[in-house]
């Protein structure tokens, strides 16, 4: 999540709220009354909602609107939060979920703490999946049972070679599950050839797309 | 024109273990045959040692901490848990007796080959050894302790405040070198690879465009498995020309990791030896063209070392320097050799046009190939250009 995020107050106008989401290109600035306390949340959309279509015709009423409305006018106040404690996979749901693109995250007492947006998550993902640290890709079939997991990681570890990354799919493909790892060596050809004399379907870097396969046409 | 070749049988000593893929024996294997073809004694060519690097030129692109753990490890051996943190202890890259002050002397070899060219003693300078591209700020990564070619692009910012222009065509990312300048806008890299998605270190892509200051100052060409000679080098002489005129470096750094042929057993592209010969070409018209010839050029990886490292950095040479080098390998260098060696040596230079059998989805490859270029040219040349400044 972002600390000490920008922010805006409910008495703030919208023309101020706009400079803002444009001045630090970002697209949700929570609203922040008292105390710290969140009181709403106002995106991007919701200011352009509330703007004037370029197609329409000027409405001699509707000039200074922006100047002169307040942020708590058009805010969301049902605020979807979360807990700086949430685990990031709770966090990412509720942003599913709710189809948003960031959740304030608040203390007890509902005073601000973050923001965590989409991109906090992605950023997260491709951490997890292992694409920040020097390794080769390998994908390794599973069968469901207990154990198969521990037999492939021994092999890597009897070789000394340190796992960077490694992620277990629940997808079923032809019946197995699918685990791929990131490891730290320059020369996977060791660790694939012992994989598969262990019975191991091994795709480098997936099982889809095997480079050997293609080398071997 | 002067051409300088850095080296000293000393660096052989660059060595984790005796199985392990990066075998010096390749060195040695290379210079005896640009030896044996007449290479090293032709005229402007001088063959020159190399000095260590001091502490001092290390530091400006390693954490001290780091420089001492090498030294440490090198000198007591290896604490496992101490070596991890700094990447070393690992399969890949061992720690080993010596270790700082061999790889100090790879770093001082590729300095000195920028001092010969900044100098201009020579137009070109090649040191051989040199090449370590995966070394971080404070990680020893995949074979590599010690980033030569950071410390020479270092020092040659440093010393002569140049614009340097580093070209990576090892099947490898340049990692390590891109990294150390990835905020730099006076340092250009270029790395020309293996897809990140098929090969270590798994980085590499086009987005991959520096940061800060810097943005818009790493290039990266990831290539399609079994990419081949024609496609690799088409890409390179389009690429090149059109990044070396907007960038105007002062100087050119080439990698020739020669990993990227077919007979290597880490990778997948499909090289032959043409394409050590037409890329060192290319680089040396560029570089006559926009920075006066100058070329500061290493080896890099490279394991089939005996039927293509030292064919591949005997091109390299040749190309170099500026000497055509005779197709037949001379027979008392098969003999001296082939009694070692565990594979048949080949008896010619270049690979035969069809030594290799061609790839059944070439023209798939190909467009895939294409397609990177031009989106790396779409992404990465306004901002050369300064149009993606809004001006």
Known sequence: ?217 | MKSALIWDPAVLAYRFRPDHPFNPKRLELAVSLMESLGLLDGEGVSVVPPRPATDAELHRVHAPEYVAAVKRLGREGADTREAWRWGLGTDDTPVFPGMHEVTSLVCGATIRAAELVMSGEATRAFNVAGGLHHAHRARASGFCVYDDLAAAIAWMREEHGARVMYIDYDAHHGDGVQGIFYEDPEVLTLSIHESGRFLFPGTGFVDELGEGDGYGYSLNLPLDPSTEDDSWIDLYGRLLPEVAEAFRPDVIVLQNGCDGHTLDPLTHLRATTRLYEETVRITCEVADRVCGGRVVATGGGGYAVWRVVPRAWSLVWAGLSGQTAPDRIPLEWLNRWQGESPELLPERLRDEPDAFPPVPRRAEVEATNLRTLESLRRQALPLLRGWGMGF
């Open chain 1, 1 to 217: 999540m972002t600390r000490d995020p920008v922010t805006v107050g409910p008495d703030e106008t919208l023309s101020h709220a706009l400079r803002l989401t444009r001045e630090h290109r970002i697209r949700h600035l929570p609203v922040v009354g008292g105390a710290g306390t969140l009181v709403g949340i106002l995106s991007d959309r919701d200011i352009r909602l509330a703007m004037p279509s370029p197609l329409t015709v000027p409405d001699p009423e509707r000039v200074g609107f922006l100047e002169q409305t307040p942020v708590s006018a058009v805010m969301t106040r049902e605020v979807v939060t979360c807990a700086g404690s949430d685990p990031i996979e709770d966090a990412a749901k509720l942003l599913c979920r709710h189809r948003i693109g960031a959740v304030p995250v608040t203390d007890a007492a509902g005073r601000l703490q973050g923001i965590l947006s989409e991109t906090d998550i992605l950023s997260a993902v491709v951490q997890i999946l292992g694409g920040t640290e020097p390794a080769s890709r390998l994908e390794v079939a599973l069968a469901d049972r207990p154990g198969e997991l521990a037999r492939a990681v021994a092999i890597l570890a009897e070789r000394a070679v340190n796992v960077v990354s490694v992620l277990v799919s629940p997808v079923r493909v032809q019946g197995d599950k699918t685990v791929i790892f990131h490891v730290g060596t320059i020369d996977p050809r060791e660790v694939i050839g012992a994989l598969e004399e262990a019975g191991f379907r091994v795709g480098w870097p997936s099982l889809e797309e095997d480079v050997r396969a293609r080398l071997a046409e």
